[in-house]
């Protein structure tokens, strides 16, 4: 298949397009590195050095022979994502390419307009091309669980079946989601919902949890291929932030009473699930939602799983709780399905020790670059 990587530069992007190519298919990369001006704007990085992306392409080629192309540009362009279109003419378009961070979301008024209309409208622009362009692309979107929040049922694949005053119907799942990013997600899915039932286009809403780990196979192959590891308080997701918390000395930051409880995948399992959905297509006109997530995990739990790992690898670090910054419930209900991923063949990769380990012995070669003081959190909700 020819399928377009947008943010094919990111965390979870660049894998990705690793791992089509190298399953054969003929991937192509639009990103426009905003990612790498956040850093400098927040002065951060990722731990593990980065080579710029023409230098991983040119790597990829050298050592498998298989070339990945560039497109360096932006999705709220449309003159830009249109163009892409008529030269691709994809049967994909994988679409990672928006700002993904809830506290840089929550900064201040210019980064909640930065991210709803980057988002927003990046995603919009997308869809206007797929109709314009090529109808019959499949659009496989990257949201998040974060979209559903915490009600207290439990939460289905994007639908639920309701009874009303003694009538049914199969509505979209309630979103109520908890900071400006995931309601520019949930500005996505209902804006692609509307486009798939009017223009007929067919897209998967990948309602993702939070993504942990760094490498997969294809990423491991040479350190230019290495992928990006956040550790911020910005940018760091759980997981992976307290696993470089534990080897700098540092307490490991617990939001509040720590009680709030996510979906979680590993990054290995994230590239596989954007082949499943790549290579099975929604129908014409069909919205179609799956969880992408393998477990869930409370925040506390998962700290003291880094912390029970870190000690056998001689750290010693504290679980500290601190002032929650965000709004959210620290103890409540949660269940979620997660079963079409898994009906078409996904095989999850779950979180155990040796994983926390691996992960571990990676930061530790790099943790010289680790910036202390970025890694408590620095922007609040309220
Ligand atoms: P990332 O920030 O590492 O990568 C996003 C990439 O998109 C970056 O390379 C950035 O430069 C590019 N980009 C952003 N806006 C763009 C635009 N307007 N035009 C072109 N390129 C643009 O993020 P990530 O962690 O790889 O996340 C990828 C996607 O997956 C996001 O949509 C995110 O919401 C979703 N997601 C991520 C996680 C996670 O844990 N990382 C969890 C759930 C959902």
Redesign the pocket.
């Known amino acids: 298949m020819n399928i377009i990587v947008?943010?094919?530069?990111?965390?979870?992007?660049w894998p990705t397009a690793l791992y089509l190519s190298n399953k054969g298919h003929d991937v192509s990369i639009?990103?426009?590195?905003?990612?790498?001006d956040i850093d400098n704007e927040l002065h951060s990085n990722s731990i593990t050095p980065i080579a710029d992306l023409e230098e991983r392409v040119a790597k990829w080629k050298e050592l498998t022979g298989k070339e990945i192309r560039v497109y360096e540009?932006?999705?709220?362009h449309y003159d830009f994502v249109k163009q892409v279109l008529k030269l691709e003419q994809p049967d994909a378009f994988v679409?990672?390419?928006?700002?993904?961070s809830a506290p840089y979301s929550m900064i201040d008024l210019d980064h909640i307009v930065y991210t709803q209309t980057?988002n927003v409208v990046?995603n919009l622009n997308v869809i206007y091309g797929i109709k314009e362009v090529v109808p019959d692309c499949h659009l496989v979107k990257?949201?998040?669980?974060?979209e559903y929040g915490t009600p207290n049922i439990p939460i289905e694949e994007g639908y639920l079946e309701v009874e009303h005053k003694g009538r049914k119907d199969v509505l979209p799942f309630p979103k109520q989601p908890g900071s400006f990013y995931h309601l520019s997600?949930v500005h996505d899915s209902h804006n692609i919902m509307f486009a798939c039932k009017i223009w007929g286009i067919r897209a998967t809403d990948l309602n993702?949890?939070?993504?942990y780990g760094l490498d997969t196979e294809e990423t491991k192959m040479d350190p230019v291929l290495a992928n990006?590891l956040d550790y911020d308080g910005v940018?760091g997701?759980a997981l992976n932030r307290f696993i470089i918390q534990s080897t700098i000395g540092h307490d490991l930051t617990v939001y509040g009473k720590g009680g709030q409880t996510r979906g979680f995948l590993s990054i290995k399992d994230t590239v596989r699930c954007i082949e499943i959905a790549a290579e099975n297509p929604a129908d014409r006109g069909e919205f179609r939602v799956f969880n992408q997530f393998t477990e869930d995990f409370s925040v506390q739990g998962l700290a003291e799983k880094v912390q029970k790992v870190a000690k056998e690898e001689g750290f010693n670090p504290e679980i500290a709780h601190l002032d929650n910054p965000r709004v959210e419930l620290e103890d409540h209900f949660y269940a979620a399905e997660n079963t079409k991923l898994k009906d078409l063949g996904l095989e999850p990769h779950l979180l155990d020790d040796e994983v926390i380990r691996e992960i571990l012995q990676t930061v530790v070669k790099h943790k010289d670059r680790v910036i202390e003081e970025n890694v408590m959190p620095q922007v609040s909700w309220k």
Request: aromatic share 8%; charged share 20%; hydrophobic share 30%.
């Open positions: 947008a943010g094919g530069d990111g965390f979870c992007g639009l990103d426009n590195m905003v990612r790498r540009g932006d999705l709220t679409h990672f390419a928006e700002q993904r980057n990046g990257l949201g998040t669980m974060g997600k993702q949890g939070i993504v990006r940018f997701t």
